[in-house]
């Protein structure tokens, strides 16, 4: 059973925000479609978060979660979420699969300051 709680340490490389999570086997791997920007709000009051950030995630909502993202549709073996207080839509690839059975209903986020690149 995956835990009830995750996290992932995004940071900025090229200009892209990336993660490496050496337990999922993925190194620097990019948020596209809609993440990114989704990323930029999560992060406006986080200085040089750029550098490095907290993110935790969860399929079941938590203490002080800022962002629930509700599933719309797979595409693409992906599976595209709106945050619906900004009306902003987001894909997250299938690596997805690394911490979920499949793809949930909702998942609630948090960033906050923490580990630097």
């Keep these: ?37 989704m990323i930029d709000i999560f992060v406006k009051d986080i200085p040089d978060a750029e550098r490095g950030f907290k993110l935790y995630f969860s399929a079941r909502p938590f203490p002080r979660f800022t962002a629930e993202l509700s599933w719309l549709r797979e595409e693409y073996e992906g599976n595209w979420y709106l945050w619906e207080k900004t009306g902003m839509e987001g894909w997250l690839c299938p690596a997805l699969f690394k911490y979920f059975d499949k793809a ?3 998942i609630y986020c948090k960033a906050e300051a923490g580990r630097t690149v």
């Design 104 to 106: 949930p209903e909702k």
């Design 1 to 37: 059973m995956a835990n009830a709680m995750m996290v992932i340490h995004p940071y900025r490389d090229q200009g892209d925000w990336v993660f490496d999570d050496a337990a999922a086997g993925l190194t620097r791997e990019p948020f596209v479609f809609g993440m990114p920007e």
